[in-house]
């Protein structure tokens, strides 16, 4: 089983609508979790953390789901800039890295 | 805003040729990581580098790797002999502390096509 693990997509939706993006990972010792936006050809950058309390962040929500080992993203509102590969990234601890998903891409269409 | 830079942005090479690939991390981060993504595939880890030495390796990071950071400031990857398998987008990466709470700086990437 991969350690982490996303629907590739690609996710077409139209500008205005609301997406929902799943991960599932393997270890439960997994301590952080992270979503990641990668533009096509460009370096990953930071979207934002995952709480188990969930956190909001604009138009972005991520979920944290331990007992069954899922993360979710929610993008309200989408924008056609919201286009990119969405990476779900996990922290297990043990060594001091981070373990990305293969990615979700979404395109938003006008 | 600080960042992380890598040199070549691209290099074309002869298969069984070395590479160096070079970075800059960001000047005040402890923790130094390569990273590399085949074209269509995940963004794969290969080595995190710490007080001068490193910490932890991947499968991928085999004999044909090593990493170096000579003067304080650079930090670099190296390839011995590359392989056509070797092609791909390699990533050098920084960060100020622990990463379960802190973020991952990215460079923009080296991209690597053996010949």
């Known amino acids: 089983r991969k350690e982490v693990e996303q629907d590739p997509g690609p996710f077409n939706v139209p500008e205005g609508a609301t997406v929902a993006f799943n991960c599932t990972y393997s270890?439960?010792?997994?301590?952080?979790f992270f979503w990641y936006r990668q533009d096509c050809r460009k370096e990953p950058k930071l979207l934002m953390s995952v709480y188990s309390s969930g956190n909001e962040d604009g138009r972005f929500t991520a979920q944290l789901n331990r007992a069954s080992q899922y993360i979710s993203l929610l993008i309200r509102d989408s924008k056609l800039s919201d286009s990119a590969t969405y990476l779900c990234?996990?922290?297990?601890?043990?060594?001091?890295?981070?373990?990305f998903g293969t990615g979700t891409q979404l395109k938003v269409e006008l | 805003e600080p960042e992380v830079t890598q040199t070549p942005s691209h290099q074309v090479t002869q298969m069984g040729q070395e590479v160096i690939l070079r970075c800059v991390p960001i000047s005040n981060h402890l923790y130094f990581y390569w990273y590399r993504q085949i074209l269509g595939q995940k963004v794969e880890f290969l080595v995190s580098f710490y007080n001068n030495e490193i910490s932890e390796k991947s499968e991928i990071f085999d004999d044909q790797f090593s990493v170096e950071r000579p003067d304080g400031s650079n930090f670099t990857l190296k390839i011995r002999s590359t392989k056509l398998e070797d092609s791909a987008m390699y990533f050098c990466a920084s960060a100020s502390g622990t990463l379960n709470t802190g973020e991952l700086f990215f460079g923009e990437g080296s991209r690597l096509t053996v010949l």
């Open positions: 270890n439960s010792a997994s301590q952080s």
């Open positions: 990234v996990v922290f297990t601890g043990g060594g001091n890295k981070l373990t």
